[in-house]
């Protein structure tokens, strides 16, 4: 980092053990955090990514002291919320560190100013305002750790997020119905909600919409597909939110192709911010060009030893990237289900996160046409974790550009 660069212009050595940086023992990563939330994204992030992950409880004025002793690390991670003088405390962890180290910032200023004078002015390789998701992390900070461009063309427009049930019943469709909603409630941003259940979907009978005819069309005969089409087959669901949907009869023969799926899917990203898709599991074709594109499996699973199966089996379809599959305990605390810990036990941890079981609301939400997320309040709090960890945007900060910027930048 240039605040590196200025330590070397002061012809003047790192203090203390930094010097000795360098040789064999120097730490691969080291990230010095102050809250919970930080710490748990990057845990789950970087833990199976990064070889030799370590993570502290502090901020930088406590990196800055802990490396007037200890050896710099490679990568550097270093909290600035609530630093009065940041630049001025960048400035002084420059004179305990060896030049050539990267250094990561998290903090609490949203401003693009500051943001490029520390990633131009300054050197800081990245910088990102919390809150601070797994996603976050990836999608931000991996991309300098492994050398990789997440930033290339196949990256570029709306963000496709594939929800998947891992057993029928799982409550897949309710969440990608809801968090289609919520993603645009709380990014502000426009929002598909794709259902590749093509017989016998059930995202428009949750909303209470007819979807219209063309979507089969589109799947199956890609060179007919424009945006022209796609607005025909659009249904409004509010100002911000489109469903393509069908309802083909259980006896049509549907042959969906994966290069309809993606021409669908690459049209849909550059009209809309996300592309939520409610996506068939097991995999054919077609669902295997969503799973490629997306840069989020949500695996929904029930308390019971069958759905604990699938969603091991169903881990391996994120082809074990960092922060790219999430699971959704569904129903938890349904009578006969398992408890928790019996569900962590059997995923070799916690799931991701849970929703509770809601008995009263959810089945009435659906058989009145009406999303669950308006009906309870008690769905609404607990889908909110999922929504941000996809959006990187609380719902504190869901009215400001900047926010949505620094806080988990969209693709």
Known sequence: MPVADAMSAREAGPRGGAAAAPGGGRPNFIAFVADETTETAVRAALGQTIEGLQIRRGNIRTATKALEREATPRVLLVDIAGIENPIEALDELATVCTPDVRVLVVGDREDYAFYRQLTRDLGVTEYACKPITRDTVTSLFVPHLVGEDTEGADHRGGRVVAVCGVRGGAGATTIAVNLALHLAQTTRGHVALLDLHLRGGATAMMLGARPSAGLKLALEEPDRVDTL???????????????????????????????????????????????????????????????????????????DVAGIRDVVAARKLGGGVAGRTLT???????????????????????????????????????????????????FRRALAPLTQEISGVSAEKSGSLLSRLFGGRKR
């Open 328 to 378: 959704v305990l569904n129903r938890a605390g349904v009578p006969g289900g398992l408890k928790l810990k019996m569900v962590s036990e059997g995923l070799g941890q916690p799931p991701d996160f849970i929703i509770p079981d809601l008995p009263r609301h959810l089945p009435r939400a659906a058989h009145l046409g009406r999303p669950a997320l308006h009906e309870s309040a008690a």
């Open 229 to 303: 089409l796609l607005d025909r087959i659009a249904t409004p669901v509010d100002d911000r939110v489109r469903l393509f949907a069908a309802e083909e009869p259980l006896e049509a023969e549907v042959k969906v192709t994966a290069e309809g799926a993606k021409r669908v899917l690459d049209l849909l990203r550059q009209r809309f911010n996300y592309i939520v898709v409610d996506t068939p599991i097991p995999p054919g074709a077609a669902e295997r060009v969503v799973l490629a594109m997306a840069r989020q499996h949500v695996l929904v699973f029930g308390p």
